[in-house]
């Protein structure tokens, strides 16, 4: 039905601010109209789309009055990316931006949602101070970074979902247009050694890192996320493992995800230093 839509929207320029402004206007699928809108730049480039942009965004606008600022987050989010994306045409790159982006809502957000914010972060203190009472010296040791992690946490999920509504774009656009186009592209998704090295290290000296950096880490582990789900892709691919095995990742991911998570970025890591899948695909040959 969504490529349906998509298609549709494709047809000329109105029939893109309808599906964008009617897919942004409903609750819960902001992250459609998103997806549509930059499939209309990836198509045309932001010139010609920046009517349907304008246009299509305006109920993102009024939720944001309403003090929803999530829609028009992700679908600007979403349309900046298309734009990296169309005039780099490299997705490694446009990764990487997103990180970039994530950071900057990460410090956007206290002002754009100061009061939820805050209620969620005195709600989270509450609960951790009740399971730790029993370890004070812990508790005391991670307070200062409730709150910035808790940020972070919203701030990836949010990037997480401008990177998905551009990687949906982008499926449709090969779908319509380039058969065969996306999956070339996402399954040799490969991330710089330098960047994959210096998350990881991050990571893993996590603890002693200020709480404002300790908040930012959520957000850039996201590429690493990416680039390990598109080995997954291109080793079902290789081994010819069928669909099924892919529904049963996801499956995983929904059911264990921190664990899927810390697989995902080992591997992720590990295919940029020694590019697995190059030597997965010569031992195939």
Same mark, same amino acid.
């Given at each position: 039905?969504?490529?349906?839509?998509?298609?549709?929207?494709?047809?000329? !320029? =109105?029939?893109?601010?309808?599906?964008? $402004?009617?897919?942004?206007? #409903?609750?819960? %699928?902001?992250? @459609?109209? +998103?997806?549509?809108?930059?499939?209309?730049?990836?198509?045309?480039?932001?010139?010609?789309?920046?009517?349907?942009?304008?246009?299509?965004?305006?109920?993102?606008?009024?939720?944001?009055?309403?003090?929803?600022?999530?829609?028009?987050?992700?679908?600007?989010?979403?349309?900046?990316?298309?734009?990296?994306?169309?005039?780099?045409?490299?997705?490694?790159?446009?990764?990487?931006?997103?990180?970039?982006?994530?950071?900057?809502?990460?410090?956007?957000?206290?002002?754009?949602?100061?009061?939820?914010?805050?209620?969620?972060?005195?709600?989270?203190?509450?609960?951790?101070?009740?399971?730790?009472?029993?370890?004070?010296?812990?508790?005391?040791?991670?307070?200062?970074?409730?709150? !910035? =992690?808790?940020?972070?946490?919203?701030? $990836?999920?949010?990037?997480? #979902?401008?990177? %998905?509504?551009? @990687?949906? +774009?982008?499926?449709?656009?090969?779908?319509?247009?380039?058969?065969?186009?996306?999956?070339?592209?996402?399954?040799?998704?490969?991330?710089?050694?330098?960047?994959?090295?210096?998350?990881?290290?991050?990571?893993?000296?996590?603890?002693?890192?200020?709480?404002?950096?300790?908040?930012?880490?959520?957000?850039?582990?996201?590429?690493?996320?990416?680039?390990?789900?598109?080995?997954?892709?291109?080793?079902?691919?290789?081994?010819?493992?069928?669909?099924?095995?892919?529904?049963?990742?996801?499956?995983?991911?929904?059911?264990?995800?921190?664990?899927?998570?810390?697989?995902?970025?080992?591997?992720?890591?590990?295919?940029?230093?020694?590019?697995?899948?190059?030597?997965?695909?010569?031992?195939?040959?």
């Amino acid at each position: 039905m969504f490529k349906a839509l998509a298609k549709w929207s494709m047809d000329k !320029p =109105l029939n893109a601010i309808i599906a964008i $402004a009617g897919s942004l206007l #409903v609750p819960f %699928l902001f992250w @459609l109209g +998103a997806a549509l809108m930059a499939l209309s730049i990836l198509r045309h480039g932001a010139k010609e789309a920046a009517n349907v942009v304008l246009w299509g965004s305006l109920p993102a606008f009024a939720w944001l009055a309403m003090g929803d600022s999530t829609p028009l987050i992700t679908a600007l989010g979403a349309s900046t990316l298309a734009i990296i994306l169309r005039s780099s045409i490299d997705l490694r790159l446009t990764l990487l931006s997103a990180s970039g982006m994530g950071v900057l809502i990460y410090f956007a957000l206290p002002l754009l949602m100061p009061e939820v914010l805050a209620e969620v972060q005195k709600q989270s203190e509450v609960m951790l101070a009740e399971a730790l009472k029993d370890n004070l010296e812990l508790w005391h040791s991670i307070q200062p970074k409730v709150g !910035p =992690l808790m940020i972070g946490a919203l701030a $990836a999920v949010q990037t997480m #979902v401008m990177v %998905l509504c551009l @990687l949906l +774009a982008r499926w449709w656009q090969a779908a319509f247009y380039n058969p065969g186009g996306y999956s070339e592209e996402f399954h040799s998704l490969r991330l710089p050694v330098g960047y994959a090295v210096s998350v990881v290290l991050l990571l893993v000296f996590g603890s002693n890192l200020p709480p404002l950096i300790s908040g930012i880490l959520p957000i850039l582990i996201i590429p690493l996320v990416v680039a390990g789900a598109s080995f997954v892709h291109k080793l079902v691919e290789m081994k010819n493992l069928g669909g099924q095995w892919l529904v049963a990742f996801y499956i995983s991911v929904f059911l264990f995800g921190p664990y899927l998570f810390t697989l995902l970025i080992f591997v992720s890591l590990i295919d940029s230093l020694i590019d697995i899948r190059g030597r997965l695909k010569d031992t195939v040959d």
